[in-house]
């Protein structure tokens, strides 16, 4: 179903106009102008939301953050804009020091003994992790039987087939990379900075009723707009304790897609275990009256922003994991929770150490040194103490390296 371009606002229908608007919001956040192909696909992407804003009226923000990111072929992880990496938009621990992946695999070592030698990693990026999982594997003697892969992104895929071929050919035949998820997978199950970009519902409490976050445009652009909303009786009941205690003006997400995905992975997981690193709290945390502006970030050339409209398709758009809500969707659907901490912890106690001067020794691809490479990933105050680990398991019997205990205070 089309619509008429005169349905459509302004800055949808007249390129120059949307490329002035890119501008002016490249002016706001200071960040260099998009290239003319960039604009030329996010100018695209704009019609598909005001047609979609035209149909419905209003779109929930959960709806929009979805076509923003992955709509076909224009979505930021589905389109061409580059993301990783030097001029890319943002750094994980993988691409800060081999000794994450190395580490990693540390572990995945200790868990094959209860489960197949096999890994399913949820979004690769650049591909670096799996390399320096794999790398390790093979000086340990304890490459998995098969490494697959499960990326939503051309372009990242093409950037991880091209590392793998450069960086380690001989091990091409282990790495597979799959459409979606498997019907039944035995392994373990890794996913770093995934699941912060599964999409959010925004939340604000106003003086008279808890709000929703809906999309709409005006002639300036795309615009926010919170109204009260119909909640299920089952929402309400099962948040009234913690909305309960918002004050006017306070911002929030709820995160039901991302219990959505869980469930499925889950689903696809016969036996084995799961191991989610993301940036997250525990849900006391994260609804914290320290936090009254949610946690909702966006990411241009690695510039941190809170503008979600801004730059549409062409910058990354996350907010924090809640935890405990994953934990207790682990419980309700026949998986149990292995462990969970804090990425320092983790690293700490799988061993991280006996890699420190193996890196020193090697081109480890990284511009920090080792020493800083350790800091940013442990230190409290960087990676260490703002990044979580979430172990989680289904039919397994042994035990996950980097945990020490259950660590969850509600599931
Ligand atoms: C922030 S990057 C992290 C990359 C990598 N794990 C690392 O540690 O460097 C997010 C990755 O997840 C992928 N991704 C985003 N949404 C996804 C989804 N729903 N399913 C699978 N992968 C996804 C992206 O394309 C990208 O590869």
Redesign the pocket.
Same mark, same amino acid.
């Given at each position: 179903m089309s619509v008429e371009p005169a349905a459509l606002p302004d800055f949808c229908r007249n390129y120059d106009d949307y490329q002035q608007l890119l501008q002016h919001q490249c002016q706001i956040l200071e960040v260099p102008e998009p290239d003319q192909n960039a604009i030329q696909a996010s100018f695209q992407l704009a019609q598909r939301v005001a047609e979609l804003i035209h149909f419905n009226g209003k779109l929930p923000f959960a709806q929009f953050m979805h076509e923003a #990111? %992955?709509h076909p072929g224009l979505g930021y %992880?589905s389109g061409g804009s580059h993301? $990783?990496g030097a001029g890319g938009d943002?750094v994980?621990? *993988? @691409?800060i020091s081999p000794m994450f992946g190395q580490t990693l695999a540390k572990s995945l070592q200790q868990a094959w003994k209860n489960t197949e030698p096999c890994v399913l =990693? #949820?979004? *690769?990026?650049?591909g670096? $992790?799996m390399c320096d999982i794999l790398q390790q594997c093979e000086s340990d003697g304890a490459l998995p039987e098969a490494y697959y892969i499960? =990326? /939503?992104?051309a372009e #990242?895929r093409q950037r991880q087939q091209q590392l793998l071929n450069d960086k380690l050919p001989h091990l091409k035949p282990l790495v597979i990379w799959l459409e979606r998820l498997p019907q039944s997978f035995q392994g373990v199950i890794i996913?770093? @900075? /995934?699941i912060?970009?599964?999409p959010v519902e925004l939340l604000m409490q106003t003086e008279e009723a808890l709000t929703q976050g809906f999309v709409t445009h005006d002639k300036n652009g795309f615009k926010l707009e919170f109204e009260a909303t119909s909640f299920s009786q089952g929402w309400r009941k099962k948040h009234a304790d913690i909305c309960q205690s918002w004050p006017e003006g306070y911002l929030a997400e709820t995160y039901d897609l991302r219990r959505d995905?869980l469930k499925s992975l889950i689903g696809c997981l016969k036996q084995g275990c799961i191991v989610l690193v993301d940036y997250g709290y525990e849900e006391d945390e994260l609804y914290s009256p320290y936090r009254p502006q949610g946690t909702l970030q966006c990411y241009y050339r690695q510039k941190k922003h809170s503008m979600p409209l801004a730059l549409l398709g062409l910058q990354?758009i996350t907010s924090s994991v809640n935890f405990t809500q994953l934990a207790q969707a682990a419980l309700d659907h026949d998986a149990q929770v292995l462990g969970f901490t804090t990425q320092s912890q983790f690293l700490t106690l799988s061993g991280i150490e006996q890699f420190v001067a193996q890196s020193q020794d090697s081109d480890t691809m990284s511009s920090l040194s080792v020493a800083q490479q350790l800091q940013t990933l442990l230190m409290p105050n960087e990676m260490g103490q703002n990044i979580k680990v979430l172990g989680l398991s289904k039919g397994f019997s042994g035990a996950l390296s980097g945990f020490t205990s259950l660590g969850l205070n509600q599931a």
């Amino acid at each position: 179903m089309s619509v008429e371009p005169a349905a459509l606002p302004d800055f949808c229908r007249n390129y120059d106009d949307y490329q002035q608007l890119l501008q002016h919001q490249c002016q706001i956040l200071e960040v260099p102008e998009p290239d003319q192909n960039a604009i030329q696909a996010s100018f695209q992407l704009a019609q598909r939301v005001a047609e979609l804003i035209h149909f419905n009226g209003k779109l929930p923000f959960a709806q929009f953050m979805h076509e923003a #990111l %992955y709509h076909p072929g224009l979505g930021y %992880y589905s389109g061409g804009s580059h993301k $990783l990496g030097a001029g890319g938009d943002f750094v994980t621990a *993988a @691409e800060i020091s081999p000794m994450f992946g190395q580490t990693l695999a540390k572990s995945l070592q200790q868990a094959w003994k209860n489960t197949e030698p096999c890994v399913l =990693e #949820l979004g *690769a990026g650049s591909g670096k $992790l799996m390399c320096d999982i794999l790398q390790q594997c093979e000086s340990d003697g304890a490459l998995p039987e098969a490494y697959y892969i499960l =990326e /939503v992104s051309a372009e #990242l895929r093409q950037r991880q087939q091209q590392l793998l071929n450069d960086k380690l050919p001989h091990l091409k035949p282990l790495v597979i990379w799959l459409e979606r998820l498997p019907q039944s997978f035995q392994g373990v199950i890794i996913g770093n @900075e /995934v699941i912060d970009a599964i999409p959010v519902e925004l939340l604000m409490q106003t003086e008279e009723a808890l709000t929703q976050g809906f999309v709409t445009h005006d002639k300036n652009g795309f615009k926010l707009e919170f109204e009260a909303t119909s909640f299920s009786q089952g929402w309400r009941k099962k948040h009234a304790d913690i909305c309960q205690s918002w004050p006017e003006g306070y911002l929030a997400e709820t995160y039901d897609l991302r219990r959505d995905w869980l469930k499925s992975l889950i689903g696809c997981l016969k036996q084995g275990c799961i191991v989610l690193v993301d940036y997250g709290y525990e849900e006391d945390e994260l609804y914290s009256p320290y936090r009254p502006q949610g946690t909702l970030q966006c990411y241009y050339r690695q510039k941190k922003h809170s503008m979600p409209l801004a730059l549409l398709g062409l910058q990354d758009i996350t907010s924090s994991v809640n935890f405990t809500q994953l934990a207790q969707a682990a419980l309700d659907h026949d998986a149990q929770v292995l462990g969970f901490t804090t990425q320092s912890q983790f690293l700490t106690l799988s061993g991280i150490e006996q890699f420190v001067a193996q890196s020193q020794d090697s081109d480890t691809m990284s511009s920090l040194s080792v020493a800083q490479q350790l800091q940013t990933l442990l230190m409290p105050n960087e990676m260490g103490q703002n990044i979580k680990v979430l172990g989680l398991s289904k039919g397994f019997s042994g035990a996950l390296s980097g945990f020490t205990s259950l660590g969850l205070n509600q599931a």
